[in-house]
């Protein structure tokens, strides 16, 4: 097969890559996976000891779930069905346990609440984890934690506290969108922009207008300005050359089938390029897992 | 599993817990096998997470044939993604 994948740029959490001489299909199923398949951890049950807050308990475990938690998911295993306790090897518990108060030092007629008050603004940094059972053993070094400190969770007043307990299990993005692992994954095909003609002079000025900057290239050729695709990647598509009369003829913009340009963001839970790994794996792990259904069940 | 018709040559598999994700590239898989005359996938009401595949065949091929050969080729597309991905970020990083 004539197949590449070339990597085009990776930063922090993102990463784009090209993928050449593939399919639709299996491009938007590797798509597909990568948003609701690859699996994660998150917080699923929120046990509320003490909530004097404002935010109401549903809201505030709703809120709780919604935060993304670094801890890589293939350390840990599903829960079972049915099983309200949960093990070591499949949950992870985390406390939230903060109360707001009074500062007796603040000046009289301040009305900053950062001054006045300690611990009014609950953020995720306060969330601790609480090792069950041998998890200390299991994982000596590892830190399990929000991925971002800074989330706010509530606001509190003084008198005001917050005692939750939380366990955090293994999920898909198909049962709740708190388990993905990706802000978002899409992709694109590779624009092709053919000349039908030579555009000289105004014309390739006007022509270089109406794409993105950097797509159409200006050369000197001979004394007259011809224009020339430089770099159709950076293409938008947004068709305003058709709205011109003099160049709708002379420019084809078409997309090339099989180059797609894949965009992918984490949320921070594991890097770009193992969430890839991880969902080409997942794709190949559902043939398998039909393959040996065949082999097994008996034809009738 | 349902057969249709007398010979094995005409079988709708009903796939359990599947979605377009592996339906569509499945049927891309198998369509590329020259012995197929038909091959299709549906699902029957979205919100039973099940689909519909049909593979018929020309000549006397059972329609398991093309089905595992598709499910096994779908894997080999996998695996050569797989590495060639692995490969070019090795490169990638290593280079810069």
């Given at each position: 097969?004539?197949?590449?994948?070339?990597?085009?740029?990776?930063?922090?959490?993102?990463?784009?890559?090209?993928?050449?001489?593939?399919?639709?299909?299996?491009?938007?199923?590797?798509?597909?996976?990568?948003?609701?398949?690859?699996?994660?951890?998150?917080?699923?049950?929120?046990?509320?000891?003490?909530?004097?807050?404002?935010?109401?308990?549903?809201?505030?475990?709703?809120?709780?779930?919604?935060?993304?938690?670094?801890?890589?998911?293939?350390?840990?295993?599903?829960?079972?069905?049915?099983?309200?306790?949960?093990?070591?090897?499949?949950?992870?518990?985390?406390?939230?346990?903060?109360?707001?108060?009074?500062?007796?030092?603040?000046?009289?007629?301040?009305?900053?609440?950062?001054?006045?008050?300690?611990?009014?603004?609950?953020?995720?940094?306060?969330?601790?984890?609480?090792?069950?059972?041998?998890?200390?053993?299991?994982?000596?070094?590892?830190?399990?934690?929000?991925?971002?400190?800074?989330?706010?969770?509530?606001?509190?007043?003084?008198?005001?506290?917050?005692?939750?307990?939380?366990?955090?299990?293994?999920?898909?993005?198909?049962?709740?969108?708190?388990?993905?692992?990706?802000?978002?994954?899409?992709?694109?095909?590779l624009p092709d922009i053919t000349?039908?003609?030579?555009?000289?002079?105004?014309?390739?000025?006007?022509?270089?207008?109406?794409f993105s900057?950097g797509v159409i290239?200006?050369?000197?050729?001979?004394?007259?300005?011809?224009?020339?695709v430089a770099n159709a990647r950076l293409d938008?598509f947004?068709?305003?050359?058709?709205?011109?009369?003099?160049?709708?003829?002379?420019?084809?913009l078409a997309r090339v089938?099989?180059?797609?340009?894949?965009?992918?963001?984490?949320?921070?839970?594991?890097?770009?390029?193992?969430?890839?790994?991880?969902?080409?794996?997942?794709?190949?792990?559902?043939?398998?897992?039909?393959?040996?259904?065949?082999?097994?069940?008996?034809?009738? | 599993?349902?057969?249709?018709?007398?010979?094995?040559?005409?079988?709708?598999?009903?796939?359990?817990?599947?979605?377009?994700?592996?339906?569509?590239?499945?049927?891309?898989?198998?369509?590329?096998?020259?012995?197929?005359?038909?091959?299709?996938?549906?699902?029957?009401?979205?919100?039973?997470?099940?689909?519909?595949?049909?593979?018929?065949?020309?000549?006397?091929?059972?329609?398991?044939?093309?089905?595992?050969?598709?499910?096994?080729?779908?894997?080999?597309?996998?695996?050569?993604?797989?590495?060639?991905?692995?490969?070019?970020?090795?490169?990638?990083?290593?280079?810069?």
């Open positions: 097969q004539a197949f590449r994948v070339d990597i085009i740029r990776e930063e922090e959490g993102t990463l784009e890559f090209d993928m050449v001489g593939i399919d639709a299909a299996i491009a938007n199923a590797f798509r597909r996976i990568l948003l609701a398949e690859v699996p994660t951890m998150a917080v699923e049950k929120v046990f509320v000891y003490n909530n004097t807050s404002i935010v109401q308990d549903e809201i505030l475990a709703h809120r709780l779930g919604l935060i993304p938690i670094r801890a890589d998911p293939r350390l840990f295993e599903y829960r079972n069905q049915g099983d309200e306790e949960g093990t070591e090897i499949d949950t992870l518990q985390f406390q939230l346990k903060i109360k707001c108060s009074r500062n007796p030092q603040a000046a009289k007629e301040s009305s900053d609440p950062n001054e006045l008050y300690f611990n009014h603004k609950v953020y995720s940094k306060h969330m601790t984890w609480v090792p069950l059972g041998n998890q200390t053993d299991l994982f000596p070094d590892a830190d399990f934690r929000p991925v971002h400190d800074d989330i706010l969770i509530a606001l509190l007043r003084p008198g005001q506290e917050i005692d939750v307990l939380m366990h955090c299990v293994k999920g898909i993005g198909k049962d709740h969108a708190k388990f993905s692992p990706v802000a978002t994954a899409s992709y694109r095909l000349l039908l003609q030579p555009i000289e002079d105004e014309a390739a000025e006007l022509l270089q207008k109406c900057p290239e200006i050369q000197n050729i001979k004394g007259r300005k011809v224009a020339r938008t947004s068709r305003e050359v058709f709205r011109h009369e003099s160049l709708k003829n002379l420019v084809r089938r099989n180059h797609y340009i894949f965009s992918v963001e984490s949320t921070g839970i594991l890097p770009p390029d193992v969430l890839v790994s991880e969902a080409i794996k997942i794709l190949m792990g559902k043939c398998q897992r039909f393959l040996n259904e065949l082999d097994s069940v008996p034809m009738e | 599993v349902q057969a249709d018709g007398t010979d094995g040559n005409c079988v709708t598999f009903v796939l359990h817990d599947e979605d377009h994700t592996l339906g569509n590239s499945l049927r891309y898989m198998v369509m590329k096998n020259p012995d197929v005359e038909f091959c299709g996938y549906c699902i029957t009401h979205p919100s039973e997470s099940k689909i519909n595949f049909r593979i018929q065949t020309r000549g006397t091929l059972p329609a398991v044939e093309p089905f595992r050969k598709g499910l096994t080729n779908l894997m080999g597309v996998c695996q050569h993604v797989l590495n060639t991905f692995e490969v070019r970020l090795s490169l990638k990083r290593s280079g810069a």
